[in-house]
């Protein structure tokens, strides 16, 4: 099996992936080939913490149409990316492998208020540490959050599973021409607004020089295989990006 080339990375996985193909609520299957995948990386020696998405269950404003205030809205896709992760962290605690929940809201019971200094500590000991609540704010996307405690960690690279497996210079289901790209700066993506991630992502991002690493979950181990540098998905920006 191949050394991975990052020792510290940030995970962050849509919820709608944790719904594999029933499009909605958990599909415990893709979340045990997940948590089989986490387990392999753990034991390379890498460090992983992982944000999960809500969007399985509900996405905010999104889902609200309109017919909520954009806080409480937000405040309940929250509460979806804390089920993710309690999900999560049973599969993988059955599996055998080390969790820590924390929360960016407080909610004793269920998991530990976040607190970097914590958080780092899990990591170091090996611990597969889960981030859930966002940033504990309304107005920011989960993205945001995983660039956010990325930045806070100090993660080398972020890994972006979602549904499409890489950058692309158009909308490929609609454009059978379009190209994808093996590497792209944040420059050139916001100039051509290639908009993987929202704008304070994206931006925050290119400010703390954190790359993305784009990539299909499609299949799992696709995360061990980004985090060995086989070549999948797309890099984007980098540590010497400025």
Not at 22 to 42: H, N, P, Q
Not at 76 to 87: F, W
Not at 206 to 223: G, Q, S, T
């Amino acid at each position: 099996m191949s050394e991975p080339v990052y020792k510290r990375v940030l995970l962050k996985l849509s919820g709608e992936a944790l719904a594999g193909d029933k499009g909605a609520g958990l599909d415990f299957a893709m979340i045990s080939r997940v948590c089989d995948t986490l387990k392999e990386c753990r034991e390379l020696g890498v460090q992983i913490g992982l944000v999960v998405g809500g969007g399985n269950f509900w996405r905010g404003a999104k889902n609200s149409g309109g017919r909520m205030e954009r806080a409480r809205a937000d405040h309940m896709g929250m509460l979806a990316t804390v089920m993710n992760c309690l999900a999560v962290a049973d599969v993988c605690e059955q599996k055998g492998i080390p969790v820590q929940v924390y929360s960016a809201l407080e909610m004793p019971a269920v998991a530990e208020l976040y607190t970097r200094r914590d958080a780092v500590k899990r990591l170091e000991r090996g611990d597969v540490t889960l981030f859930s609540a966002g940033t504990g704010s309304p107005y920011f996307s989960t993205d945001t959050a995983a660039v956010l405690r990325a930045a806070e960690i100090g993660a080398d690279v972020i890994l972006l599973a979602k549904n499409v497996d890489g950058v692309y210079s158009a909308d490929p289901l609609k454009d059978p021409d379009a190209v994808r790209y093996e590497r792209i700066s944040y420059e050139e993506m916001l100039e051509k607004r290639l908009m993987v991630m929202d704008l304070t992502a994206t931006s925050m991002a290119m400010e703390n020089r954190i790359p993305v690493l784009l990539f299909a979950l499609k299949d799992p181990d696709n995360i061990r295989r980004a985090l060995c540098g086989e070549a999948v998905g797309t890099v984007i920006g980098g540590r010497g990006e400025t």
